[in-house]
């Protein structure tokens, strides 16, 4: 039996993709590295997960380590690891400089070590971000990565340069696969999620407001897109494209080929909400200094770092993406269609936060 090695157990994209992996390897056993604080919280959810698929029981072994030390700070790594699913990261636009670099750059420098001394190696799995695009303007392919562009937080920089990292051991011959998911929301069927942050946002802030609700026209609300992308999409994306051998040294853009624009998702959400949005012209800069004011952010649910997306200027290309998993029945599914579900799902759990697993 073969050992996969799990890397972000029991976070967003890993608890939902565990067991999809399992299921296309029943010869294989998960090994997932977890920080001794969210340990109580990987073994609720892999019981819950065990219950809800009978063929995870006795597969998953939970151990305690951290990416930011050496060997992920495991006594030792089994010689039978095939393969590494690396997914931990800090997903926050306000984190400090120096932990966004200790954890997305050398924790995913300390699994390029792992990889490197693990004998029985076949593919390192790795999930980026589509932000590693930072302030690049127009269509962002999947075969770039440094354009010389700037970038609007440490969060998209430490993870320009994680992937940088993956790239040059990639050229030196390792076998990995990158994918960048854009902003990712809940299932599309059921909208689960386990944080309220990109779009939801904007869903919180015109559920504070009258029904003739005011939305600051930072930009041209009809030219800027939002990559947004369903968690089931990313997770089915991931587990198809990590058993072909075509996406060997690849990367993939898990995001909408159609991307909504700030209108639609506005608009949508006004819609869903019964509000009739107002769209009030507003500087970036001076919006931004406003809500930056002590206590109005907390008053319109709306952090001060995430209204640049609102004039985000890059578009993704997708074309490795919907190549690849052409005639699988995997694809990214409309904004339209699981917007409803979004906001349905938002309304019944008030007590989810935007707080992201650190």
């Known amino acids: 039996m073969s050992t996969v090695l799990f890397t972000g157990y029991p976070g967003f994209l890993g608890s939902a993709l565990l067991p999809l992996v399992l299921d296309k390897r029943p010869d294989a056993r998960a090994l997932c590295v977890v920080q001794d604080r969210f340990l109580p919280l990987a073994h609720k959810r892999l019981g819950e997960q065990v219950r809800e ?4 029981e006795g597969r998953v072994d ?3 380590g951290d990416i930011t030390a050496s060997g992920l700070g495991l006594d030792e790594v089994p010689d039978d690891v095939t393969e590494v699913f690396h997914l931990a990261a800090v997903y926050d636009l306000a984190v400090p400089a120096e932990l966004a670099y200790r954890v997305n750059v050398e924790g995913t420098r300390h699994v390029l070590d792992l990889c490197e001394s693990s004998p029985n190696l076949q593919r390192l799995q790795y999930v980026s971000t589509c932000y590693v695009s930072g302030t690049h303007s127009g269509v962002f392919r999947e075969d770039q990565l440094d354009t010389g562009q700037s970038f609007l937080n440490h969060y ?34 059921t909208g689960d999620t386990q944080k309220f942050d990109g779009p939801y946002m904007i869903a919180r802030f ?3 407001q009258p029904r003739y609700a005011a939305f600051p026209q930072v930009t041209d609300p009809d030219a800027i897109k939002m990559c947004l992308v369903p968690r089931d999409f990313v997770v089915g994306a991931i587990d ?14 898990l995001s909408d080929p159609e991307p ?18 107002l769209w009030i012209r507003m500087p ?75």
């Open 156 to 189: 998209e920089h430490t993870k320009f340069e994680a992937e940088r990292l993956v790239r040059e051991a990639i050229a030196e011959g390792m076998p990995a696969t990158v994918y960048r998911p854009g902003i990712v929301v809940g299932d599309a069927t």
């Open 240 to 253: 198809q494209l990590s058993t072909m051998e075509v996406s060997v040294g690849k990367t993939y853009s």
């Open 284 to 358: 970036l800069r001076f919006t931004q200094v406003v809500v930056g004011l002590p206590g109005v952010e907390k008053l319109v649910g709306f952090p001060e770092e995430a209204l640049a997306y609102l004039s985000h200027p890059t578009v993704y290309d997708t074309t490795n993406t919907t190549t690849d998993l052409a005639g699988t029945g995997l694809q990214c599914p409309p904004f339209a269609d699981y917007a409803p579900t979004m906001v349905e799902f938002l309304k019944l759990h008030p007590e989810i936060s935007s707080a992201a697993m650190v």
């Open 206 to 208: 015109l559920m504070k």
């Open 53 to 56: 698929h009978p063929t995870l």
């Open 62 to 64: 939970l151990v305690v």
């Open 260 to 277: 909504p624009s700030i209108r639609e998702i506005v608009d949508t959400f006004g819609a869903l909400l019964d509000k009739d949005i």
